[in-house]
């Protein structure tokens, strides 16, 4: 069972702790994220934005996220003048930018080898934005 998150933001250092994993972040629609997703978004005004562009309740909530392998991580990646307090909506200049983080082990799950060796390899549909499973 996965678990979902939402951030504002996802700085690179903020990653899995070990050497033998990948991380990927694939560009998705905002409709993309679902509804049950815990908010790690820290700016009230960024989650009151938010709130509107996505259609459900994002609440304002400093959480340290470090994605898993049971986890995604859905980031809203803010560009644009600073949002004034209670907007509702992004600046003319604004926008925002959605990704879906996830990470894998560096082997593979079929064969247990590096992804390039296997012809049925989970890691090559996931590189390529595909279900794994």
Excluded at 68 to 86: C, M, W
């Amino acid at each position: 069972m996965f678990k979902y998150y939402l951030r504002s933001s996802f700085p690179t250092y903020a990653g899995p702790r070990s050497n033998n994993m990948f991380i990927r972040y694939k560009r998705i629609d905002p409709n993309d994220i679902p509804r049950d997703v815990t908010s790690g978004v820290a700016n009230p005004e960024i989650a009151r934005v938010l709130s509107n562009i996505l259609g459900f309740e994002v609440h304002a909530e400093r959480l340290v996220i470090a994605p898993s392998n049971d986890s995604i991580v859905y980031v809203a990646k803010y560009t644009g003048p600073k949002i004034p307090k209670g907007a509702t909506a992004v600046p003319s200049s604004g926008y925002f930018e959605f990704f879906e983080v996830t990470t894998r082990k560096v082997h593979c799950y079929n064969c247990g080898d590096f992804p390039t060796h296997c012809t049925n390899c989970s890691h090559r549909r996931w590189f390529a934005g595909q279900n794994p499973n």
